[in-house]
């Protein structure tokens, strides 16, 4: 049923994907020849390199979209995965940038060239047409994730983060593995747009496959950081090193979606009502306790990471209203996120540099030592919480309207109770910046380039998301029809 | 190609609170001097616009729409009628007197005048606003600087409290009000947001009827409508003198005009339905609000629900959906938006001389400050709806409306203006005649000439509309035209 004859344009397909590993060997071989004082430059190359991958993949890739399979049907070449993948290079560049001037890891090669080869992983996730493939992928991008949690080897903390995350991903992975091999042998193919047809014509009952797709979420809701599947967040966030922290809550968290979507409503249309309930219900679940668990926090990363929880159940409601504008609203969503959430731990990844410490109430008098990073903060929070003219607002507003055209009005007023938790210690965290006052009040904070770069291009960002959303739309338009 | 005023008016402050962001801190005269210029700006904007409205072809007028994201239908798109030109130039009036009275304001003065301004950019795009969408992104946009505002640089006592509650209270209401926008989007079928077609829209009497409570509550709050009043009060207290201007000035003909451009205008149904119930609710707010007002001893509290009580007139005089009972409540929106900004700048003053509020304390203030001393009696005459101030310009008609429609609502509504007298005439006594307290005998000065120069200019408009009400009356019956066509098509 498929053609898996090899023809040239696949090469320029994935020309994305083979530069990000030309690039990490470059990095690598970096790492053994620059001697010390320019080792730093590495971000530098991983940086400017990313952004030339990016460029390239939109001037050359993009030509080749044509909704088919590749490489002998383990790929798809289309415009979801297109987006998400830009979206992760994107995600990576930054997070070069942030990583730079981080203590400790900014002049190591091995970090730079693990964390491409995660940004490779993903970029197979979000192509991943078959589940052989999937599984590759994941793990690829898992396990060097895995490694740069716990980078900070002499910081018991990132240790920790380290070894839990490994715990978690392990264990949720062989349950998803399980339920994939459950999946191949109920239907005899591995390919997943082939699963749909052949669940039908086998007229395979509901309860193997909803069994084995039961199985399956669990992997995904481990990566998307939904409930019940979220405990390990906070603690890894709190302990990984900042920039790796937000990298983890926006990248990892975009691919997690990514496989979860193109999964669901290729593979499994058939059983599309019961899964739609299932998440329904975890959305709810996940928004509530995610921002109710947030309110209580004291630690910056750990708020940041309950919030990313609820963020993920913000996002589920695209998922579940099953519809074009329901994905649209998905894929606008997740975009504006990873922008809005990679400032908020850049921006913590700078003052966590110079004061030492991620508790919020030492966040006190911020805005009088330096008064642009409070802004950027005070960008980001409330663009998390979904305030005008910053992206969180329209994309708030697309997911909302998803849900009520779905006819699921309650899981939009669910998802608006929760956005006013979510307003309020977004407000409490600006509350310290603006109005504490501290000691140390007097003594500016120095931001090095790189972070002064990587926060100006996020906040602009923000910005024009949030005011010019006409582009975003036509390109989430155009991912959300390549799956339908 | 005409020239795009409304556009303007709705982005000089937003372009101004850049320019001033980018000035460095520690320049805090040209931080001020770059806000008055934009204000002053704005201000002769919103006069031009406003007295070149057409009243004799009425309508939308001034209109600009450009696609801001075609494939769901939404726009920017702006006009004016007769219902929202006065409320652009209060919206003039109240920046440009507030830039003059917060000049004393010390504490990062550039970051207070950016979020003061990026507030009055989202309060001009609602009013002019014609797009639904667009009405929502503005009015988000006046809601969350009010937290800054008050939580920074608002009274130490309550700042944090009262501007966390205000701040929820408003977003819960906008959200609220979203869901039903949202619902009238896709049940309406049209595919767009412009609120001119959604007036034609043709919603089922059941839809409207279960929908117009969220939306006219959702953005009733902000109005002050009584059971959702309470953050309104403890938010005007615990801003800064400005912030408690523009709040009670404008934000709250905010609530009162999207309650009326969305909920009414856009359910007609709807509002017939609900509006016998929803006049008592708001004869709550003018009597139970003004009573309030007269038994408290903090003098900014008294303003404060004075507003409380002289918003329910303007909530009052839409759900009369009568011709003058509507035309009434225009009118009473300028008025009362003019007057209780100048009630508190009022406030501010005296509070800034001996920083005190409470009434008993406080005496002869007339002998040092007149020009206050008059600005405030000026204030109270229309606050009572004293002939040939503004405030009887509005009131009349809003109970004439009462009248025709619910006589017994009149009845009980009228004593409010009994009460209002009598905390007025209470203020002006212990406050401003009588012996000045030993206390404060040495140090209190008379206010700064800027001060002063709002003060006149507020005083005279209330005055201006109160002798010579053509300036005003012609202007929003047109507007209020529009709405009982609407109406009456039901």
Not at chain 2, 310 to 329: N, P, Y
Not at chain 2, 330 to 345: E, K, R
Not at chain 2, 377 to 384: F, P
């Amino acid at each position: 049923m498929f053609n898996f004859a090899f023809e040239p344009w696949m090469v320029i397909a994935i020309l994305p994907e083979i530069l990000l590993l030309v690039l990490a060997l470059v990095i690598l071989v970096c790492d053994l020849v620059l001697p010390d004082n320019y080792r730093r430059n590495q971000g530098w190359i991983a940086a400017v390199g990313l952004g030339i991958i990016a460029l390239l993949g939109i001037i050359f890739s993009r030509t080749t979209i044509n909704n088919e399979l590749m490489w002998g049907g383990m790929l798809r070449n289309d415009w979801f995965a297109f987006s998400f993948r830009m979206v992760f290079i994107f995600a990576a560049g930054i997070t070069a940038l942030f990583s730079m001037d981080t203590p400790r890891i900014g002049k190591r090669g091995d970090y730079y060239v693990l964390f491409l080869v995660s940004t490779l992983g993903m970029s197979l996730m979000a192509m991943s047409a078959d589940l052989i493939m999937l599984y590759v992928a994941i793990e690829t991008t898992s396990i060097s994730l895995y490694i740069l949690a716990g980078y900070l080897k002499h910081d018991d903390k990132s240790t920790e983060a380290g070894f839990k995350y490994l715990l978690f991903g392990a264990l949720t992975s062989t349950v998803m593995l399980y339920g994939l091999s459950l999946v191949y042998g109920f239907t005899g193919t591995t390919n997943i747009y082939a699963l749909a047809e052949l669940a039908y014509v086998n007229q395979l009952s509901l309860i193997p496959l909803i069994g084995s797709l039961l199985l399956i979420l669990v992997g995904f809701g481990f990566k998307i950081s939904a409930v019940p599947l979220h405990f390990w967040a906070p603690d890894v966030y709190e302990g990984s090193p900042t920039p790796i922290a937000g990298f983890l809550s926006t990248a990892s968290k975009a691919a997690g979606f990514a496989v979860l979507v193109r999964v669901l409503l290729a593979a499994f249309p058939t059983v599309a009502p019961y899964w739609g309930a299932y998440l329904a219900a975890l959305a709810t679940a996940t928004m509530t306790l995610g921002n109710l668990l947030a309110l209580t926090q004291k630690n910056i990363k750990r708020m940041l990471a309950y919030s990313s929880i609820a963020h993920a159940g913000y996002v589920l409601i695209g998922l579940v209203a099953i519809s074009y504008l329901g994905v649209t609203s998905l894929v606008v969503y997740l975009i504006v996120y990873v922008v809005t959430n990679l400032a908020a731990f850049g921006a913590v990844t700078v003052v966590g540099r110079i004061i030492g410490s991620d508790e919020i109430a030492d966040y006190a008098g911020l805005s009088r030592r330096s008064p642009w990073l409070a802004f950027v903060l005070l960008i980001t929070l409330l663009s998390l919480s979904g305030m005008p003219p910053f992206g969180g607002f329209i994309v708030k507003f697309a997911v909302f309207a998803a849900a009520v055209q779905a006819d699921m009005i309650w899981l939009a007023v669910v998802g608006v109770l929760n956005s006013i938790i979510g307003l309020y210690y977004y407000l409490s965290v600006l509350k310290v910046i603006y109005l504490y006052r501290s000691e140390d009040e007097d003594k500016s904070l120095e931001i090095t380039r790189p972070y002064l770069l990587g926060l100006g291009v996020l906040s602009i960002g923000i910005v024009l998301l949030g005011i010019v959303f006409a582009p975003l739309f036509t390109v989430a338009n155009r991912a959300a029809a390549s799956l339908f | 190609m005409q020239f795009p005023i409304l556009s303007v008016i709705v982005f000089t402050p937003i372009v101004a609170a850049i320019i001033i962001l980018l000035i460095p801190g520690e320049r805090k005269t040209e931080v001020r001097v770059t806000a008055l210029a934009a204000a002053a700006f704005a201000l002769l904007l919103s006069i031009w616009a406003y007295f070149s409205y057409d009243i004799q072809a009425g309508g939308y007028q001034f209109l600009e729409t450009y696609a801001w994201l075609p494939s769901a239908g939404i726009s920017y798109q702006v006009g004016i009628d007769g219902m929202n030109a006065p409320l652009v130039l209060l919206t003039g009036i109240v920046m440009f007197t507030g830039v003059l009275i917060s000049w004393k304001i010390d504490d990062r003065p550039r970051e207070f005048f950016a979020f003061l301004f990026l507030l009055a950019t989202g309060v001009f795009g609602v009013f002019v606003a014609l797009d639904l969408f667009m009405l929502f992104f503005f009015y988000e946009i006046a809601v969350f600087p009010m937290y800054l505002l008050i939580a920074i640089w608002g009274w130490k006592e309550t700042r944090e409290y009262a501007a966390m509650k205000l701040t929820l209270y408003l977003f819960i209401g906008s959200v609220v009000a979203l869901i039903g926008a949202l619902a009238m989007y896709f049940t309406s079928g049209l595919g767009t947001f412009n609120m001119l077609a959604l007036e034609q829209a043709g919603f089922s009497s059941n839809f409207q009827i279960i929908v117009f409570p969220f939306v006219f509550f959702g953005f009733a709050v902000l109005g002050g409508i009584f059971p959702f009043h309470n953050w309104s009060p403890d938010g005007h207290v615990a801003a800064p003198t400005a912030v408690s201007m523009f709040h009670a000035g404008v934000l709250m003909k905010l609530g009162a005009f999207a309650a009326l451009r969305v909920g009414i205008m856009l359910l007609p149904q709807g509002a017939q339905f609900h509006m016998p119930w929803i006049i008592v609710l708001t004869l709550v707010n003018v009597v139970y609000g003004a009573y309030i007002a007269m038994v408290q001893s903090d003098f900014k509290y008294v303003i404060g629900f004075s507003s409380v009580s002289h918003m329910g007139l303007v909530l009052m005089g839409f759900a009369t959906l009568s011709q003058d009972g509507m035309l009434g409540a225009g009118l009473q929106m300028f008025s009362h938006g003019i007057m209780t900004a100048l009630f508190f700048a009022v406030v501010g003053m005296v509070y800034d001389q001996v920083h005190t509020r409470e009434i008993p304390r406080l005496g002869g203030f007339r002998k040092i400050m007149p020009v206050v001393a008059v600005a405030f009696i000026v204030g109270g005459l229309v606050s009572m709806g004293m002939p040939g101030f503004s405030g009887f310009v509005a009131e009349f008609p809003i109970f004439m409306g009462l009248w025709a429609t619910y006589p017994w609502v009149a009845i009980i509504a009228v004593i409010s203006i009994v009460i209002t007298a009598s905390y007025i005439i209470r203020i002006i006594t212990k406050v401003f005649f009588g012996k000045i307290p030993d206390e404060f005998n040495d140090h209190v000065q008379d206010v700064s000439v800027l001060d002063k120069l709002a003060l006149v200019v507020l005083s005279a408009v209330l005055i201006g509309i109160g002798v010579y009400p053509p300036l005003m009356v012609p202007i929003v019956s047109s507007g209020v035209e529009h709405i009982l066509r609407l109406l009456g098509g039901a």
